[in-house]
T-cell receptor, first 114, second 114 residues
């Protein structure tokens, strides 16, 4: 099925470890996004990309890095994980915000940092 | 910072009743969107309303937008138990960086009792 695929779905990290979350979309969308969702906080934008080779900071970028080397993939990296990064991470993609279809979201990655 | 703020935070109704959820935002927008999130899943796009539109319908959903009050409402008619979910409004703000990212509210938890 067409859509946004996130890997892994679950991960437990120790403080200081690093990891990369992968997001892949097969809809030829230009825009891709990484959000984190915490209880009572809604979704907050970490980083986003408006096209292959571009990235930009969102609302809460500290402690994260991203890369968009291929149009279909958007990687989110944690260089040195901290307990404050325990969250559910969602990737999304869109062709254009004026298009009525809106964002397509992945199913999320639940990350726990101990 | 949250652009959209939903109200109420939680809503419990009986199956068959209508559910009304409200969203207020702070800055001028290009469009406003509503999303649904079932427990443990990603968000699903429901409907988009542009700043020059006042009302839109999609099945049992009715969305209104009042740009003078910077507010929107989502009405779900004849609710069903399957409508139990969290609902988020999201805004595409005008200005620098617009048409490239959405800002989400904290969400409304809707419970529909059978």
């Amino acid at each position: 099925n067409a859509g946004v695929t996130q890997t892994p779905k679950f991960r437990v990290l120790k403080t200081g470890q690093s990891m990369t979350l992968l997001c892949a979309q097969d809809m030829n969308h230009e825009y891709m996004y990484w959000y984190r969702q915490d209880p009572g906080m809604g979704l907050r934008l970490i980083h986003y990309s408006v096209g292959e080779g571009t990235t930009a900071k969102g609302e809460v970028p500290d402690g994260y890095n991203v890369s968009r080397l291929k149009k279909q993939n958007f990687l989110l990296g944690l260089e040195s994980a901290a307990p404050s990064q325990t969250s559910v991470y969602f990737c999304a993609s869109s062709s254009d915000l004026t298009y009525p279809a809106g964002y397509t979201f992945g199913s999320g990655t639940r990350l726990t940092v101990v | 910072s949250q652009q959209g703020e939903e109200d109420p935070q939680a809503l419990s109704i009986q199956e068959g009743e209508n559910a009304t959820m409200n969203c207020s935002y702070k800055t001028s927008i290009n469009n406003l969107q509503w999303y649904r999130q079932n427990s443990g899943r990603g968000l699903v796009h429901l409907i988009l309303i542009r700043s020059n539109e006042r009302e839109k319908h999609s099945g049992r959903l009715r969305v209104t937008l009042d740009t003078s009050k910077k507010s929107s409402s989502l009405l779900i008619t004849a609710s069903r138990a399957a409508d139990t979910a969290s609902y988020f409004c999201a805004t595409d703000a005008k200005g620098a960086g617009a048409n490239s990212k959405l800002t989400f509210g904290k969400g409304i938890t809707l419970s529909v009792r059978p």
